[in-house]
């Protein structure tokens, strides 16, 4: 008697955290019950985006005809005499494979050491995060295709403390560009920017016009009452991108874009009124953070309120991802115990005024703090703000060179300028006499130092 067939019975899909560890998915939305009792952010059962490394290696070189050193550029910002003002008022599986530098997977040991940019967890990153996904570039622009992947590989790992497959720079903030055109044209403008840096300004692409279509885009979608929540999101995701292109930048339109996120704010109601999800938290994370970091480089009344009200709020990535990550608990302690010194030092100087004494223990305690990072360890490159206020209030020659230089091996790593204008502007405020209120001086510059 033949062997009867067994009928095909078609596979179901399960969340992609659960297929790349070969286990059973019971599909449960928004966040399957296996990621939930494991405490992994769950991708759920819809599109898929990833951003990570790997892929069609090469697929991505410039040709000479092709290359984006054809032509030049000033490189001038646009100038915007002011913000726009804001009121009340598919089924199918698509996955993208840009190459990254996904450092860390919550599974790998901990260390602080031994974890530079020379490290081979460093430079290839856990074997989940580069899971080999199909590179698909039919819904890419390829004109854009370059710029995606240039911030994928060197913008969103800059952005938190610990580079993985959930830094929402990459797996949120990129899925969303291929949605939305002011979304995408923020991004483009960050990479633009930044890469033209590398190549001194000699990019066919201009940065200053994709900044400017982006500035547009949030000017047209002023009335935010007429517009659904994922159109409202679009215009906190552009603005909070359109922060880190000025971080790269260095220019002075740091307090017109944040005024616009505050602007936005108010006028959705508050946090309450950005909805819920993944991209809800993790916009909540940013602006959180941003706003603490934003405040004392805008004025010194505003540095203190902020710190006073908002400073355990902006803990909030720093938690999320030690979540994430339970063996590097160390390195989210000390960043963590950085910043409230930092803290500390920035409400004492300005509550007490320019004849106020700080115990200089308090500096030369940040110090021994921050040395516990090595040189290229993971975390370090967060760290900027908490040293650049430190800095600013220390007095010893030997403090001063060493903060100076940890700023100067930051710039070195990641290229943004506004960087060099933190030490312009720590030159100027040490300058002067040992009475300074240095907290009044570092709006003057109208550059966002993070």
């Not at 020659?397 to 060493?402: G, I, K, S, T, V």
């Amino acid at each position: 008697m033949p062997r009867q067939k067994r009928r095909y019975v078609p596979k179901v899909k399960g969340c992609y955290e659960c297929s790349q560890r070969r286990i059973h998915c019971d599909r449960v939305q928004p966040r399957c019950g296996k990621c939930a009792s494991r405490g992994i952010l769950c991708s759920g059962l819809g599109i898929r985006y990833r951003f990570r490394d790997g892929g069609n290696q090469g697929k991505i070189a410039w040709q000479d005809g092709d290359s984006p050193q054809g032509g030049t550029w000033s490189g001038d910002l646009p100038q915007h005499q002011r913000s726009p003002s804001f009121h009340r008022g598919c089924s199918s599986e698509g996955q993208f494979d840009w190459t990254s530098n996904v450092t860390n997977d919550p599974a790998e040991p901990n260390a602080l050491a031994g974890l530079g940019p020379d490290s081979s967890e460093a430079s290839t990153g856990s074997s989940d995060a580069k899971a080999a996904l199909p590179l698909s570039i039919d819904l890419v622009d390829p004109s854009n295709e370059f710029l995606l992947t240039y911030f994928s590989h060197h913008i969103a790992p800059q952005m938190v403390v610990m580079d993985d497959k959930y830094n929402g720079w990459r797996y949120l903030i990129l899925p969303f560009a291929l949605s939305d055109k002011m979304v995408m044209d923020a991004v483009l403008a960050v990479s633009a920017f930044h890469l033209s840096h590398k190549t001194r300004g000699t990019l066919s692409v201009r940065p200053d016009k994709l900044y400017a279509k982006a500035i547009l885009g949030l000017q047209s979608r002023s009335s935010l009452n007429e517009y659904d929540m994922l159109t409202k999101q679009s215009i906190f995701v552009a603005i909070i991108t359109l922060l880190v292109g000025v971080m790269v930048n260095g220019c002075s339109d740091f307090p017109i874009l944040f005024n616009m996120l505050q602007s936005a704010l108010d006028a959705v109601g508050g946090e309450g009124g950005l909805g819920n999800g993944d991209m809800t938290d993790f916009l909540l994370r940013q602006i959180r953070k941003f706003r603490v970091y934003a405040a004392p480089l805008l004025s010194e009344e505003a540095g203190v309120r902020s710190i006073v009200a908002h400073a355990k709020e902006s803990f909030d990535c720093l938690h999320y991802n030690g979540n994430l990550h339970p063996d590097h608990a160390l390195t989210f302690y000390l960043n963590a115990y950085l910043r409230q010194q930092a803290y500390d030092i920035y409400l004492e100087r300005a509550l007490t005024g320019p004849h106020g004494t700080l115990d200089p223990e308090k500096i030369e305690r940040f110090k021994e703090t921050l040395e516990l990072f090595p040189e290229g360890s993971l975390g370090e490159h967060s760290l900027v703000w908490p040293t650049f206020i430190a800095a600013s209030e220390s007095l010893k020659d030997e403090h001063r060179l060493y903060f100076k230089q940890f700023l100067e091996k930051q710039f070195h790593r990641n290229g943004f300028l506004n960087l060099q204008q933190a030490l312009i502007l720590l030159e100027k405020i040490w300058a002067r006499s040992s009475y300074t209120n240095w907290p009044a001086l570092l709006p003057e510059p109208r550059v966002f130092i993070m």
